[in-house]
C-alpha cells in the first residue's frame, strides 16, 4: 500500500470552475509536503511546499493545505483555465534524521474542457 | 539559466541491448536524482549521487543498473541488457543542497522515455 494516496485518479472540469484534489499520508516522521504539477510529457515543476507548522500556502490560483494531525493535504485550483490539465502530484517527504526521502503519490489527473 | 536538460527525450532499445541516460543538472546543482516513472505508476527512487559519488543507490536494482556523476560532464543512468520490464520514463532531477532537501524543491528535467522492443 502506497504511503501516499491520492484522490480523486482523475477529474474532468468546465473551465473556470474550482476544484480540490485530495491527498492522504500515512509516511512518519513527516518533514514537509509537496504538491507538483506535471504535464504530458514534461518533469514535475512544484507548486508549493509546506512544512509541519504551515496549514495553508497559496501559489497564484493554486492553493495548499495541510494537517498534520488528520495527515492530509488538498489542493485547490480557483478559476481553472485549460493550461490547468495536467496531473498534480503529492509529495510527502520523511525526516531519516540524517537525510530525507520523498515519497510520490501516483496523481490526479485533470482535465480541464471549455 | 538553462533547466535540467536530459537526452535522448526517448530512447529505443531491442531486448540485450544498452541503454545509457544523460542528465545535466541546472548551473550549480551538484546534487542529482534519478527517479522510474511507469505508466500509472508514481515516481519512484533510484539514486542520489554528488559530484564523483554516490550517496543513496537504495532505490536501483543491484543488477544490470549503474550511476554516475563525474568531475566532468553530465550524470549517467545506465542499463545494462535491457528487457521489456525496463521499458519507462527515467527523470533526472537536481538541488543545490545536500539531501533531499527539506525546504526547497527539487528541480526536474523532461525526462527520457525507455522503450525496450
Known amino acids: 500500500k502506497n504511503q501516499v494516496e491520492q484522490s480523486p485518479q482523475s477529474l474532468i472540469i468546465l473551465e473556470g470552475k474550482n476544484c480540490t484534489l485530495q491527498?492522504?499520508?500515512?509516511?512518519?516522521?513527516?518533514?514537509?509536503l509537496r504538491w507538483y504539477k506535471q504535464d504530458t510529457g514534461r518533469g514535475p515543476v512544484s507548486l508549493t511546499i509546506m512544512t509541519f507548522s504551515e496549514n495553508t500556502k497559496s501559489n497564484g490560483r493554486y492553493t495548499a493545505t495541510l494537517d498534520a494531525d488528520t495527515k492530509q493535504s488538498s489542493l485547490h485550483i480557483t478559476a481553472s483555465q485549460l493550461s490547468d490539465s495536467a496531473s498534480y502530484i503529492c509529495?510527502?517527504?520523511?525526516?531519516?534524521?540524517?537525510?530525507?526521502?520523498?515519497?510520490f503519490g501516483t496523481g490526479t489527473r485533470l482535465q480541464v474542457t471549455l | 539559466n538553462a533547466g535540467v536538460m536530459q537526452n535522448p527525450r526517448h530512447l529505443v532499445r531491442r531486448r540485450g541491448q544498452e541503454a545509457r541516460l544523460r542528465c545535466s543538472p541546472m548551473k550549480g546543482h551538484s546534487h542529482v536524482y534519478w527517479y522510474r516513472q511507469l505508466p500509472e505508476e508514481g515516481l519512484k527512487f533510484m539514486v542520489y549521487?554528488?559530484?564523483?559519488?554516490?550517496?543513496?543507490e537504495s532505490g536501483m536494482p543491484k543488477e544490470r543498473f549503474s550511476a554516475e556523476f563525474p568531475k566532468e560532464g553530465p550524470s549517467i543512468l545506465r542499463i545494462q541488457q535491457v528487457v521489456r520490464g525496463d521499458s519507462a520514463a527515467y527523470f533526472c532531477a537536481s538541488s543545490p543542497y545536500p539531501g533531499q532537501p527539506k525546504n526547497s524543491p527539487l528541480h526536474f528535467g523532461n525526462g527520457t522515455r525507455l522503450t525496450v522492443t
Open positions: 509529495v510527502v517527504t520523511k525526516n531519516t534524521g540524517t537525510a530525507s526521502k520523498l515519497t
Open positions: 549521487l554528488q559530484k564523483e559519488n554516490i550517496i543513496d
Open positions: 491527498c492522504n499520508y500515512t509516511v512518519s516522521p513527516f518533514s514537509n
